[in-house]
C-alpha cells in the first residue's frame, strides 16, 4: 500500500478512551460526510462496542447530499446508533447532537446522572471546529480536573450534559486500500506520507463513475470514457497550463491541482463512497490481512520462532 504514516501518540489516545469509557454513555464520531465508511476508525468500533452511538457526518456542505441520506439510513439502521449530518461551523445543526444524544441514553440526564458522551474522530475531520462551535460562550474548557487527563478536555455544554474530548486518532493500520487514498485525498493523512500522483489517480477513479460530467466541465473536457486515469489526468494538466519544457505536462503539478480541487469543493457536492462499496472494500481488505497474517504465520513457524500469541497493536 502506498500510504505510509505514523500512527504518533495513538496508544496514548487510545488508553484514554479505554480509561475514560465505563463512564461514557454515548461515544460520538464524527466522520468526513465525503468518506464516512474510510473515515471512521475500526479500532475505536473495537472499543466502543455496545455502547450507544451517534455519527455525526460532518463537512456534509462538501459532500453529495442524496448519498449522505444513504450513509445517514445505513447508520441509523445499526443497533443503538443514530445519525446526523452536519457543517461544524453552524451553530444550530451542531446542537442537535444535545438532543440526539439524550434519546440514546435516555435513563441519564439531571444533575445527579449528567450525561457523559465522549466525541472521537480522525485528525482534520473537523472536531475542533465543532467544539468551538457547541462550546460558544457558555462551554466551560477544563483539562485540570482529577481523572482529567491532559490528553482530555471536558466541554459542558448544559448542566447534565458533559462532553469529553479526545485527539484526533487514526486507524491503526490501513487495510483498506481504498480508504487510504480517501483519506490521503481528503487531507486526513499527513502531506508527507503518501505520493499525491498516486493518490489523484484514486481519487479520480472513485470520482468519475458517479461525477465525470462535473470533471468535464471544470477542466472543459471531451468524452472521459474512453480515457485511463492516466490519460485523465494528464487532460487535467494539459487544460491548467502544467505543461513542462518539450510540452510535456506536469504530472505532478496536475495532481496537486485535482487534489486542492476536490478538497476546496470546486468539483462540486461529491462523497467518494458509498455504504455498499464501502462494505465490499472493507470486507476484502479483511480477507487479505487474514491471508498476510496466515503467511506470517506460516513463515515463522517454518523458521521454528513462536509466535506471540495475539499480535498488532497491544496498546
Ligand atoms: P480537527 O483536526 O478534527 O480538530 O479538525 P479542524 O476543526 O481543525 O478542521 C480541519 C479543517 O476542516 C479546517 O480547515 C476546518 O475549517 C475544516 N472544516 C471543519 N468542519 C468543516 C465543515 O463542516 N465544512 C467544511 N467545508 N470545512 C470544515
Request: net charge neutral.
Amino acid at each position: 500500500m502506498a500510504i505510509q504514516w505514523f500512527p504518533g501518540h495513538m496508544n496514548s489516545t487510545k488508553k484514554a478512551i479505554v480509561d475514560r469509557l465505563p463512564d461514557i454513555d454515548v461515544v460520538i464520531e464524527l466522520l468526513d460526510a465525503r468518506l464516512p465508511g474510510s473515515s471512521a476508525n475500526p479500532l475505536l468500533a473495537e472499543l466502543t462496542a455496545g455502547k450507544p452511538a451517534l455519527k455525526l457526518l460532518n463537512k456534509q456542505d462538501l459532500a453529495d447530499a442524496e448519498l449522505t441520506a444513504l450513509w445517514l439510513a445505513h447508520y441509523q439502521a445499526q443497533p443503538g446508533t443514530n445519525a446526523l449530518a452536519l457543517d461544524a461551523s453552524e451553530t444550530a445543526p451542531a446542537r442537535q447532537l444535545i438532543p440526539a444524544c439524550r434519546a440514546l441514553a435516555p435513563l441519564r440526564g439531571g444533575m445527579v446522572k449528567p450525561l457523559r458522551v465522549l466525541i472521537c474522530g480522525i485528525p482534520n475531520v473537523g472536531k475542533s471546529t465543532l467544539i468551538n462551535t457547541l462550546a460558544g460562550q457558555r462551554a466551560a474548557l477544563t483539562g485540570d480536573e482529577p481523572g482529567i487527563t491532559k490528553l482530555e478536555q471536558k466541554i459542558v455544554l448544559a448542566n447534565d450534559f458533559y462532553l469529553f474530548d479526545t485527539p484526533g486518532m487514526l486507524w491503526p493500520r490501513i487495510t483498506v486500500e481504498h480508504s487510504g487514498y480517501h483519506l490521503a485525498a481528503s487531507g486526513g493523512i499527513g502531506r508527507n506520507a503518501y505520493d499525491e500522483h498516486e493518490v489523484a489517480l484514486a481519487l479520480l477513479a472513485s470520482v468519475r463513475p458517479r461525477y465525470a460530467e462535473r470533471l468535464q466541465a471544470r477542466y472543459a473536457l471531451g468524452e472521459l470514457s474512453t480515457l485511463s486515469d492516466e490519460e485523465l489526468l494528464a487532460d487535467i494538466g494539459r487544460k491548467r497550463g502544467g505543461l513542462m519544457a518539450g510540452g510535456r505536462v506536469n504530472l505532478q503539478k496536475a495532481a496537486e491541482l485535482a487534489i486542492n480541487d476536490f478538497r476546496s469543493g470546486a468539483w462540486g457536492r461529491i462523497t467518494l463512497e458509498t455504504p455498499d462499496e464501502f462494505s465490499t472494500w472493507w470486507a476484502a481488505g479483511q480477507a487479505l490481512d487474514a491471508e498476510r497474517q496466515a503467511r506470517r504465520e506460516r513463515r515463522q513457524r517454518s523458521r521454528g520462532r513462536q509466535l506471540p500469541t495475539g499480535h498488532g497493536d497491544s496498546g
